[in-house]
Nanobody
């Protein structure tokens, strides 16, 4: 099992910035099986959508809506992934979920954090 704990959400005015953090914990073996880590978000009545991912090898991928404004980074030594969000817009308001997939199983097992609320006021 892998546990993911997010922090850093909150209320911010449009144009502001926030930084989300997600720390993964578990046995050393399970931590070593983590491949991709990333962030998704969800608003009421909508499907959860990809925000950004960071692969084990260092590749990143972003949703078009956040490119140029959000930056994902990963500290493998701390088993932590970050999401630096700048130039926030009201449409970025959502619950943000951390995700990690483990290659211990085939297909990989997806783990999710509990979610952290980000609210951007206009």
């Amino acid at each position: 099992q892998v546990q993911l704990v997010e922090s850093g959400g909150g209320l911010v005015q449009a144009g502001g910035s926030l930084r989300l953090s997600c720390a993964a914990s578990g046995t050393n073996f399970m931590i070593s099986t983590i491949n991709n880590m990333g962030w998704y978000r969800q608003t009421p009545g909508k499907q959860r959508e990809l925000v950004a991912t960071f692969t084990r090898l260092g590749s990143t991928n972003y949703a078009d809506s956040v490119k140029g404004r959000f930056t994902i980074s990963r500290d493998n030594a701390k088993n932590t992934v970050y999401l630096q969000m700048t130039s926030l817009k009201p449409e970025d308001t959502a619950v943000y979920y951390c995700n990690a997939d483990s290659r211990f199983t085939t297909p990989p097992t997806n783990y999710w954090g509990q979610g952290t609320q980000v609210t951007v006021s206009s």
